[in-house]
């Protein structure tokens, strides 16, 4: 094994103090001594405490390796490619946008073995690393974790750079009746109306069939696209009166929406994003912005968080706090649950009496 350093002291010094030297790099460290016998301790030492964790490591691959023959071949291609066999749709395209991007084309070929917390951190100093590369590089990390293809975190959980997403913004119902004025194309108009009354996606409206619809129960189901590998995330809707006006509107057989759902999500967003402007909305106002409006609107209603999530397809309370977080909080008093509360309690003894007259 190659020595980190070796001995250095200035030829035309001869009781000159002694230097470590970095075989790499050249650079020089005192070792604060002018004696040759305890410089030459000092570097020992130094050579014996790069050496060590480079032989524990050294050792370690050769155990696993008995075990695992690929253990120290795998690279984050591995990792990558695993994950990408498993995605689907929109979510795939994301992942793979990932892979291609500048900033982890040069992880992608790196070991596992070999990486250092130095190479994660440069993948977040590149000028085009953004949200995306934290949250996708951390999927990808996790991922050979829990495979034990590493067998410790690259970085702790503290030195992940803090994701900081961008301001999301729900669209009011004023905001949502210019959008509708601004729109002359009929199948957009009842799309976008659907949006706002459903909160879905703009991928699961789109794709909705009439056979999703059960008009004897009066019930809305779908599976939500993005978790679809997954099974989770299936949403069921009650189909109130508003929402039955605009379904009503739609094909009673096949897709709801022939065309829409035919484009990719870009398509859709862009068109919005006109009539946006058109009306005159802030930037802030996007076509998931529906989504966020919902969610919005439910808290401020008081809807139960539970009910909320479940019409909304969200398996995770983070997520939608994280998308009814800019509602106002507002709770009903405690008199409308009592009220409640009255309601569903049944009067047996009027109720004994009123059925014994119906049988006299």
Not at 94 to 99: D, E, I, P
Not at 162 to 174: A, D, L, P, V
Not at 182 to 202: C, D, M, V
Not at 266 to 289: E, M, Q
């Amino acid at each position: 094994m190659q020595l980190k350093y070796r001995l250095y002291r200035r030829s035309n010094r001869s009781n000159g103090t002694f230097y470590a030297q970095n075989c790499d790099t050249g650079a020089r460290e005192s070792l604060g001594t002018k004696n040759r016998a305890e410089a030459e301790k000092l570097l020992q030492a130094k050579n014996d405490a790069h050496a060590q964790p480079i032989l524990s490591r050294e050792l370690a691959k050769v155990y696993l390796q008995a075990q695992d023959p690929r253990f120290g071949k795998r690279t984050w291609g591995d990792v990558a490619r695993l994950i990408d066999g498993a995605y689907e749709g929109s979510t795939k395209e994301r992942f793979q946008k990932f892979l291609r991007s500048a900033p982890v084309q040069r992880l992608m070929n790196l070991r596992l073995v070999e990486t250092s917390s130095g190479d994660f951190l440069e993948v977040f100093a590149h000028p085009k690393a953004g949200v995306s590369a934290n949250v996708q590089l951390r999927i990808l990390h996790n991922r050979a974790l829990d495979l034990e293809w590493i067998l410790r975190p690259i970085l702790s959980r503290k030195a992940w750079p803090k994701i900081r997403y961008g301001h999301r913004q729900g669209i009011t119902r004023e905001q949502h009746q210019a959008v509708l004025k601004a729109t002359p194309n009929k199948e957009y108009r009842i799309y976008f109306e659907l949006l706002w009354h459903t909160g879905g996606s703009q991928t699961d409206i789109a794709n909705l069939r009439a056979e999703d619809i059960d008009w004897n129960t009066r019930r809305l189901f779908y599976a939500r696209q993005k978790l679809k590998s997954s099974g989770q995330g299936n949403a069921c809707l009650v189909i109130g009166e508003a929402l039955e006006s605009v379904l009503k509107q739609l094909p009673s057989e096949g897709p709801l929406f022939p065309h829409l759902r035919e484009l990719k999500e870009s398509k859709r967003s862009n068109y919005f994003w006109t009539k946006r402007v058109k009306a005159g909305l802030p930037d802030g106002i996007v076509l998931h912005s529906y989504r966020y409006g919902w969610a919005e609107r439910a808290q401020t209603a008081g809807m139960p968080e539970r009910e909320a999530m479940a019409h909304l397809g969200h398996g995770s309370k983070a997520v939608h706090r994280a998308y009814a977080r800019s509602a106002d909080r507002v709770t009903m008093p405690l008199e409308w649950y009592e009220s409640q509360s009255t309601k569903k309690l049944i009067d047996f003894q009027a109720e004994l009496a009123k059925s014994v007259r119906s049988v006299a």
